[in-house]
């Protein structure tokens, strides 16, 4: 049996890429969220100005694939040069 994965993701935009980088986000969501497995994938803009992603996914081998598809490259691509240092991303199980 498969345990389904938490994860938050930090993203770093720029101050003056945030409407960019929110398009980007946003141009991605569609695509990640009809990917197998993924239960969950809600971004917010956090006060500190970057973005947090909420994500559930149905296992970590779901998760994995998530990781190398082309859902999350659109994104990739997207924020590309946007961003302020690199994403931060802690991956959970429930207790």
């Known amino acids: 049996m498969s345990t389904a994965v938490t994860v938050v993701a930090r ?3 720029a ?3 945030i409407e960019q980088a929110s398009a980007a986000v946003r141009a991605a969501l569609a695509g990640i969220r009809a990917e197998d497995g993924c239960l969950q994938y ?3 803009l ?3 100005g970057s973005f ?3 994500e559930r996914w149905a296992s970590r081998e779901a998760l994995d694939a ?3 598809g082309a859902p999350v490259q659109v994104l990739r691509d997207g924020l590309d ?3 302020t240092a690199p994403a931060e991303v ?3 199980v429930a207790l």
């Open 52 to 54: 947090l992603i909420v």
């Open 90 to 92: 802690t991956v959970a």
């Open 42 to 44: 809600d971004p917010h």
């Open 46 to 48: 956090a006060d500190d």
């Open 11 to 13: 993203l770093h935009p």
């Open 15 to 17: 101050p003056e890429s």
């Open 66 to 68: 998530h990781s190398t």
């Open 81 to 83: 040069g946007l961003t």
